[in-house]
């Protein structure tokens, strides 16, 4: 039921990247509800962006950071990692 990225659209080859800068763990509990309806995204700490190749990397790189995404509790790899859009390789029925 969350709407972490609102505005995403599984057909237009783009990756909708949603950036929560840093903020008071009491005040993130009282925006949950926001992430619910979807206007998380207006939020001034909060920030979008789209496209259709990203790249993810860290300031201190001797600190390699575990890359976690939603692949059955798999760790792929670690940062630095770039990701890119496939147009069309998945058929979805809705």
Request: charged residues 25%; glycine residues 8%; proline residues 9%.
């Amino acid at each position: 039921g969350m709407k972490v990225a609102p505005d995403a659209d599984t057909q237009d080859g783009m990756f909708e990247v949603v950036v929560l800068e840093d903020m008071p763990k009491l005040e993130l509990a009282g925006k949950i509800p926001s992430v619910y309806r979807g206007t998380h995204i207006h939020l001034p700490q909060v920030k979008c962006f789209r496209g259709s190749k990203v790249r993810v990397s860290i300031a201190d790189a001797s600190q390699p950071l575990p890359v976690y995404l939603d692949l059955d509790g798999e760790c792929p790899g670690r940062l630095d990692c770039e990701f890119s859009i496939l147009p069309q390789a998945l058929r979805l029925i809705v």
